[in-house]
């Protein structure tokens, strides 16, 4: 049973990156897919969200920058990042809903962006 994220690095501000987010051993398809970030010396937030029909959500810093989409032929969800700030800068998480109270993380991938 995993998440493995994928997909930060470096980028200048007005740039772009792609995020992955692949599920192993575990039911995807139907479940709630949520992207989280944390940056230094800040509480997680959540930034984005896909339901397993594709429904999605987007937090007010992000949304008409980010897009998340995913495919559930092949377990993953992406986060596409356009237009990216320096504010946007930090560890990038996926997590995968699985019923109940049960979520599953993903390990976490640096995003930074300079000014």
């Known amino acids: 049973v995993q998440l493995q994220a994928s997909g930060g690095g470096l980028v200048q501000a007005g740039g772009s990156l792609g995020l992955s987010c692949t599920a192993s051993?575990?039911?995807?398809?139907?479940?709630?897919l949520d992207w989280y970030r944390q940056a230094p010396g800040k509480e997680r937030e959540l930034v984005a969200s896909?339901?397993?029909?594709?429904?999605?959500t987007y937090s007010d810093s992000v949304n008409g920058r980010f897009k998340i989409s995913r495919d559930n032929g092949k377990s993953t969800a992406y986060l596409a990042m356009n237009n990216l700030k320096p504010e946007d800068t930090a560890v990038y998480y996926c997590r995968l809903y699985r019923g109940g109270s049960r979520y599953l993380w993903g390990q976490g991938t640096q995003v930074t962006v300079s000014s």
């Open positions: 896909i339901t397993g029909g594709g429904t999605t």
């Open positions: 051993g575990v039911i995807f398809s139907f479940n709630t």
